[in-house]
């Protein structure tokens, strides 16, 4: 199965970080990345898996809620 890669500029929008903190990551080994020619991609999964190791439970019930929307309610 492939896995859906994200560019750096993706990475940054859906983190909401910089390109410098982004690559910070990369070099300490939070995102699994893979270059592609001159350009560098990160695997979705590796965003989601950092994004769910540093959330705090209060914060993931409520997206969790959030992404469900109103009719769950």
Do not use: N, W
Request: proline share 3%; glycine share 8%; hydrophobic share 25%.
């Amino acid at each position: 199965m492939l896995k859906r890669r994200l560019t750096i500029s993706q990475t940054c929008e859906v983190e909401g970080i910089g390109k410098t903190t982004c690559y910070e990551r990369i070099h300490r080994g939070e995102y699994d990345s893979v270059g592609e020619g001159k350009l560098r991609r990160i695997t979705e999964e590796s965003v989601e898996r950092r994004r769910a190791a540093t959330e705090k439970p209060q914060e993931a019930a409520t997206r969790r809620a959030f992404e469900r929307g109103p009719e769950a309610a």
